[in-house]
């Protein structure tokens, strides 16, 4: 399967907790994206890699958020000292130079903070 | 401020008849537009898009119209299938223009049951 993968499926944590997660782009696609979706809601953007620079954030990334892409490859979001409101799928997605619009998801990474 | 609208939250089907699945958006800087469809404990698959310059776009059974002036998407789906049963998720994007660029903005979705 060539497509975009997420590590893990699930997550539960308690409040305050730390987790990562990870993300597997499609191989030659040199631009990652991470969402956040709601119970409810459509995705929403969080950041966007091209290649292993981090180019934009949204307002949404608090200080507790920091993702990474070291070597232009894989990518990781980290939460620092989890929130009730940090519950939701974490999706990531990723696309190919020139077709940047066309955004290809993996199957996200559902976070319980409990 | 929500800039993309699926105000139809559910829609129910025969099999064989149309499906029509509507989106509105209040940003006149999007130039692109997409439809993607999600299936329970799956990340949304791309389905179809559209770029501003055109007012129709066809694949297979799918066919997105747009109406700029109206800022309206619509998505047809012909037959409709009980495999089609799914959450549909209208997106916009803006030309690259540094802060915002590539960023996909999402409707909420309408949830599409499909009746055999």
């Known amino acids: 399967d060539t497509g975009v993968s997420q590590n893990p499926r699930h997550k539960i944590t308690k409040r305050g907790q730390n987790v990562t997660f990870r993300c597997d782009p499609i191989?030659?696609?040199?631009?990652l994206y991470w969402y956040r979706q709601t119970l409810g809601q459509g995705p929403e953007f969080l950041t966007y890699f091209q290649n292993e620079a981090q180019l934009e954030k949204s307002r949404l990334l608090s200080d507790r958020f920091s993702a990474e892409r070291p070597k232009g490859s894989f990518s990781t979001l980290e939460i620092q000292r989890t929130e009730q409101g940090d519950s939701a799928m974490y999706l990531c997605?990723?696309?190919?130079?020139?077709?940047?619009?066309?955004?290809?998801f993996g199957p996200g990474t559902r976070l319980t903070v409990t | 401020d929500q800039q993309v609208k699926q105000n139809s939250p559910s829609l129910s089907v025969q099999e064989g008849r149309i499906s029509i699945l509507n989106c509105d958006y209040t940003n006149s800087m999007f130039d692109y537009f997409l439809w993607y469809k999600k299936y329970p404990a799956e990340g949304p698959t791309f389905l179809i898009s559209i770029s501003s310059i055109k007012d129709k776009n066809e694949d297979g059974r799918f066919t997105v119209f747009l109406n700029k002036s109206a800022k309206h998407l619509s998505l047809h789906i012909v037959p409709s299938q009980p495999g089609d049963s799914a959450v549909y998720f209208c997106?916009?994007?803006?030309?690259?223009?540094?802060?915002?660029?590539?960023?996909?903005?999402f409707g909420k979705g309408t949830k599409l049951s499909v009746i055999p």
């Open positions: 997106a916009a994007s803006r030309p690259y223009s540094g802060a915002g660029s590539y960023q996909l903005t």
């Open positions: 997605a990723s696309s190919l130079a020139g077709r940047d619009y066309e955004q290809y």
């Open positions: 191989s030659e696609h040199n631009r």
